[in-house]
């Protein structure tokens, strides 16, 4: 698992934690408040990855949100060796 994959496993866990934790509605854990019109509204932020042709195979492959086959199904065939590189 590359570096990529596993910044964005450890995103999913920390929104998905107060999905799956037991009991009547958690508190949700925020790193910072946004001003939701008359309220404040904890919030959990992420840094966004910009997905360019360099790097589409680790984020996009690597980071399990696409897989080849569905990637292939898209391109013409003679792209795929591209995939494969």
Do not use: C, H, Y
């Not at 590359?2 to 934790?21: G, T």
């Amino acid at each position: 698992m590359d570096a990529n994959s596993k910044v964005v496993r450890a995103e999913q866990m920390q929104v998905l934690r107060p999905l799956i934790a037991v009991g009547p509605s958690p508190e949700p854990e925020g790193s910072t408040a946004v001003v939701n019109g008359s309220q404040t509204t904890k919030a959990i932020q992420f840094t966004p990855i910009a997905v360019t042709q360099q790097n589409a195979k680790d984020t996009v492959l690597k980071g399990g949100f696409q897989n080849l086959e569905t990637l292939k199904r898209a391109l013409p065939k003679e792209k795929w060796a591209e995939l494969q590189e």
